[in-house]
């Protein structure tokens, strides 16, 4: 065999080891963080487009417009009566209703804990793997990005 033959059947073996794509990066999990204005299509859709990986959707602001809202309900009569009335009030009026959304409470604290250990700091976010944060983007473009960095990072560009 020449070296010029030796040359070429090393080159045809390296791109042969070399053939992975960006397709080739799935994800094993991805996790939607958005807030209670994302759409359910926009659920659907994230969904859809991580077939195949473990999805999940935490809402960070679940319940908590509404426990606002009841913050807010307390009549400034009761208010200026005492800590006494206040919490009469709340008793007979707030407490059941937040009772009711305690697991949306829950699941918003829950959901806010790991956003804060993944870095979020801004909705909507998409968490690839545990290591890659996509802002601003459906799920679909997030894997791409995440496809294409995973691609680039084994250096088979």
Known sequence: MTFIGLV????????STANAAPQDYW???VIYFVSDSTS???IRSGRHAARGAEFDVLRLDAGMARVAELERSIPESV????DEAVYQFA???IV???LQIAPDIMESQHSTALARIYGVERLPAVV???EFVAYGVSVSKAIRDFQWAKYKED???
Do not use: M, T
């Open 40 to 42: 359910e299509r926009e």
């Open 128 to 130: 690839i793997d545990g």
């Open 79 to 82: 208010v200026l009566a005492g």
């Open 27 to 29: 994800p094993e999990r």
């Open 155 to 157: 250096g088979d560009l």
């Open 8 to 15: 070429g059947l090393l080159s045809v073996l390296a791109v």
């Open 91 to 93: 008793k007979e009026n």
């Open 96 to 98: 059941p209703e937040l």
